[in-house]
């Protein structure tokens, strides 16, 4: 056969936020789509609409824009393959379901709700399979002409695929090899409801791949048990030589291992599950996302990547063009994947000390706007380059570097009593006048005239500085002094000086 174009799909539900397990899977199918040339699909399963969630849909490509997952075709991109909204493609669904029926790979089934639930009753472990089909309502055990009556009356009824039993079907997993399942313990799954005119998800999507001549299926390890009758399903419609190659993913755990990520989980640890910031328009609930908690898009990307994938060497932070050129599925884990959320922490350290300043000054301007604050840029990028190194969040900066940009009120009453000597107000006289006297106030030549003043006069180096920094900054943070001196400017660290003196003395 010739080698296929691969072609990939992200096919979500709109039935609420986007898990950060889903945008795992999408940045995989991305990754491997990118690697080999391939068009990433974006579909958008919708046959459920009981569980439509106004928003959800839009909310799901915003996530992508921000993340940087970008889609070849889809909903909202156009291409040749559409409708890709399943609500929109009911006529073509029902023309598969009646070539299952007129094959004899499916059977009308007219059960109701209780009737089934007598069985299940009646029978331990009822399973609606060819063991027990015989004995129920359906286009198997009732005359033709029953069927279209109940059919012509507006019975409702379901459409069920017809599983053979004892076969052993072989499902090649590119993560797991080989997995056999035995089809006697598969049940004749519904396939199709009259009453909404829509196929289940399990119709939907295998008709789908096939007519978007899908090459691959990288999805969650949950779809691994729906593996085989979706290969029957192929089967049944004589498309096995077309059948897209499998692959599921293993599961995101919660930190501590025991089972599957939740968002109760970020809510005990205080970590977010979904990438951007999601109101509940039922509930009215707001959930916190990666991109409102100063996460930046690259970090999360990284993070994401690593979790249940490992790139075969000791890099860790990885551009997505390196991602995309070292992916590769059989690299990822069979076991599920804890979801360690401070190495996400990380992460985002990284990618801020790699960030240009000017971009990280970019994105803490809104903050100091929030001070009040309005600063030249030159200063704000000067500023970040010296602080950014302290700070896992870009909102992290002000607490570190507002001195920068306003003058202490107060002075911290711990560090005054460690720091403040008995002769600090006299030094810091002598020491504004010194500054006041210095013609290059470059940090050089600062620290070279006071340093060469504090040789002369015999004083503690230690006890001048720390008065110093008191002085400008309040407190006994901040980095190296000349560099804050140097910033802040002569008039202004001479007033500051003067003003705590004042307040000190």
Known sequence: MAERKVRVRFAPSPTGALHIGGVRTALYNYLFARQHGGDLIFRIEDTDSNRFVPGAEEYILESFKWLGIHFDEGVSFGGE??????????EIYKKYVQILLENGKAYIAFDTPEELDAKRAEIANF???????????????????EVDALIAEGKQYVVRFKIEPNEDIHVND????????????LDDKVLYKSADELPTYHLANIVDDHLMEVSHVIRGEEWLPSAPLHVLLYRAFGWEDTMPEFAHLPLLLKPEGNGKLSKRDGDRLGFPVFPLEWHDPKSGEISSGYRESGYLPEAVINFLALLGWNPGNDQEVMSMDELIKLFDLHRCSKSGAKFDYKKGIWFNHQYIQQKPNEEIAELFLPFLKEQGVEAPFEKVVTVVGMMKDRVSFIKELWDVCSFFFVAPTEYDEKTVKKRWKEDSAKCMTELAEVIAGIEDFSIEGQEKVVMDWIAEKGYHTGNIMNAFRLTLVGEGKGPHMFDISWVLGKEETIARMKRAVEVLK
Do not use: F
Not at 81 to 90: A, T, V
Not at 174 to 185: A, D, F, H, M, Y
């Open 81 to 90: 393959h559409g409708p890709y909204r399943q609500s929109e493609r009911r």
């Open 127 to 145: 399973q609606y399979d060819a063991s027990t089909r015989g004995m129920m309502r359906n286009s198997l055990t009732m005359p033709k002409e």
């Open 174 to 185: 590119l993560i797991r090899g080989e997995v056999v399942i035995n089809s006697s313990i």
